[in-house]
């Protein structure tokens, strides 16, 4: 438990401080992030022509009302706490690997429905925007890591006993 614990402590450190690097924001978090706006803005035209992306802004034509996908609402630093429980956990690595890409996909899924939501909320009520998003949302993203990796701990294989030693022949 101890070896898990500095593994996953290890792992946040390193990865929070490589996110926050100027090169990784620059050509990986803020070209995703575009490409999460894109994808919400896709899913609302579905029933509301009037959305449009541009950049990390998703905007209504009708209202004029935008939001702006900033770090911390992009599922990024979720993905991260994910991924240094899964591979700090003492599981094979083919294991690790789908688990971490299975969870990926369910943060952002997840991710998708929060912006949706988000940017309705924000065109009834200012307010109740910023509760949604400070309070409830922030949680559910975090609690979606944490169930996505209780779940796929429930789906390792179980852990073989060892070998019992042979008898030594003379």
Known sequence: MLRFFVTFMVLLGVLFTVELLNPV????????????????????QFFDSDVTSSGIIIRSLSSGFSVEIRAGCN?????????AAVFAFPAPWKHKVVGFVA????IQALNLIRIVSLF???????????????????????????????????????????DPPKPATA
Do not use: C, N
């Open 25 to 44: 924001q620059e050509h990986v978090v803020i070209p995703f992030t575009g490409i999460l706006a894109t994808i919400s803005a896709e899913i609302m």
């Open 103 to 106: 969870g990926f996909f369910a």
């Open 75 to 83: 599922g990024v630093e979720a993905v991260i706490i994910l991924f």
């Open 120 to 162: 309705y909320i924000g065109q009834w009520s200012f307010t109740a925007f910023k509760w949604a998003h400070l309070y409830v949302w922030q949680a559910l993203i975090i609690l979606d890591a944490l169930v996505v990796w209780l779940i796929w701990l429930r789906f390792l294989p179980p852990e073989r006993p060892a």
